[in-house]
T-cell receptor, first 115, second 112 residues
Framework: DSGVTQTPKHLITATGQRVTLRCSPR?????VYWYQQSLDQGLQFLIQ???????AKGNILERFSAQQFPDLHSELNLSSLELGDSALYFC??????????????FGPGTRLTVL | AQSVTQLGSHVSVSEGALVLLRCNYS??????LFWYVQYPNQGLQLLLKYTTGATLVKGINGFEAEFKKSETSFHLTKPSAHMSDAAEYFCAVSSNDYKLSFGAGTTVTVRA
């Protein structure tokens, strides 16, 4: 158990809908990262927050947004969902601001299925 | 920008045999390298990482990896495979841009 929690574990929804994925980092960690894992794209970095502020952005679609709250939990919002958004979404956390030697600890993931 | 290539999407080994998973990276700056393991229906778990210093890095579960700058490689090995090593393994590289770039992954199956 990494100490990173994600809810829900599974999510099934329809195209065009909007969903929110939630992540609680390990106690003491200030950074939260979101990744998408799909069969065709592999593991892709989406976005990072450090202490409430956006720190780095990867291949995140405009339909997706995220935020980190004062208690350091984070939410990833996915809207206007398409079939291709079906994937495993991982959250990771680290103690620092994400400098290269910072170890990221991953949560168990949320499996999103868009029908 | 950095990237990772994992050679071989599937590796099958006999129990007790050597496990060798290949990873090559490209990076314009000195890289920091990681191996993660993903068991079925679970998140990623860090096996080991290289930042600076000793190029042979020992990790959990008997795994180790050697950083070879001249070959831009960071291959993962374990001398004797166990059934519990069946999983997917990801090599990742990080430089100065706060994000991990992952390889496509290598699935390991262990034959009894």
């Amino acid at each position: 158990d990494s100490g990173v929690t994600q809810t829900p574990k599974h999510l099934i929804t329809a195209t065009g809908q909007r969903v929110t994925l939630r992540c609680s980092p390990r106690s003491g960690d200030l950074s939260v990262y979101w990744y998408q894992q799909s069969l065709d794209q592999g593991l892709q970095f989406l976005i990072q927050y450090y202490n409430g502020e956006e720190r780095a952005k990867g291949n995140i679609l405009e339909r997706f947004s995220a935020q980190q709250f004062p208690d350091l939990h984070s939410e990833l919002n996915l809207s206007s969902l398409e079939l291709g958004d079906s994937a495993l979404y991982f959250c990771a956390s680290s103690v620092g601001d994400g400098t290269s030697t910072d170890t990221q600890y991953f949560g168990p993931g949320t499996r999103l299925t868009v029908l | 920008a950095q990237s990772v290539t994992q050679l071989g999407s599937h590796v099958s080994v006999s129990e007790g045999a050597l496990v060798l998973l290949r990873c090559n990276y490209s990076s314009s700056v000195p890289p920091y390298l990681f191996w993660y393991v993903q068991y079925p229906n679970q998140g990623l778990q860090l096996l080991l990482k290289y930042t600076t210093g000793a190029t042979l890095v020992k990790g959990i579960n008997g795994f180790e990896a050697e950083f070879k700058k001249s070959e831009t490689s960071f291959h993962l090995t374990k001398p004797s495979a166990h059934m519990s090593d069946a999983a997917e393994y990801f090599c990742a590289v990080s430089s100065n841009d706060y994000k991990l770039s992952f390889g496509a992954g290598t699935t390991v199956t262990v034959r009894a």
